[in-house]
């Protein structure tokens, strides 16, 4: 797959899907979690909001190395060979003052819903700086996609 086909099928991806599984590693060993996502234009980073008193919140203070996986499936059998998924993998963060406030916009602007969550006082605005996609096609297809590199 050229590189603007892959771009263009990520940024797809990215834009239909509202949720991904979030993976952490911390003390109490590895945890997975489903949040409600949005992706920079860049596709450079990726925004998440959780409160300050999660595991998964715990773990990214413990280790900030994380992975988040995004697919399209649809829950048929079709799903092994028709379904893509990519997984973004990357240093997470607290975003803080004017770079919470931009994101914080970016994510309402996907989820309105998450307005009284997001303003809650115990509510970290969490952005991970994605290094690379893993994006996987047709069951066994994986490119790199690696958005510092095209953007």
């Known amino acids: 797959m050229e590189a603007r086909d892959l771009e263009k099928a990520l940024r797809e991806l990215l834009a239909s899907q509202g949720l ?7 003390k109490g060993g ?11 234009d860049d596709l450079r980073h990726l925004v998440f909001a959780t409160e300050r008193d999660t595991r998964k919140y715990a773990n990214l203070a413990a280790d900030p ?15 092994l060979v028709e379904a893509t998924a ?6 997470a963060r607290e975003a803080l003052g004017n770079e919470r406030e931009r994101l914080a916009a970016r994510l309402l602007g996907k989820h309105p819903a998450l307005r009284p969550f ?4 115990g509510c970290a605005l969490i952005v991970v700086t994605v ?20 953007t």
């Not at 991904?20 to 911390?26: D, F, I, K």
């Not at 096609?137 to 095209?150: D, G, I, K, N």
């Open 65 to 79: 190395r994380v992975a988040l996986l995004v697919d399209d499936r649809s829950h048929r059998a079709a799903d």
């Open 131 to 150: 290094e690379v996609y893993q994006v996987v096609t047709r069951f066994q297809s994986v490119v790199e996609f690696c958005p510092a590199a095209y």
């Open 86 to 91: 990519a997984t973004a993998e990357g240093p």
């Open 20 to 26: 991904a599984v979030l993976a952490t590693q911390g």
């Open 30 to 40: 590895a945890h997975a979690s489903l949040v409600a996502f949005a992706a920079t």
């Open 118 to 121: 997001v303003a809650h006082p």
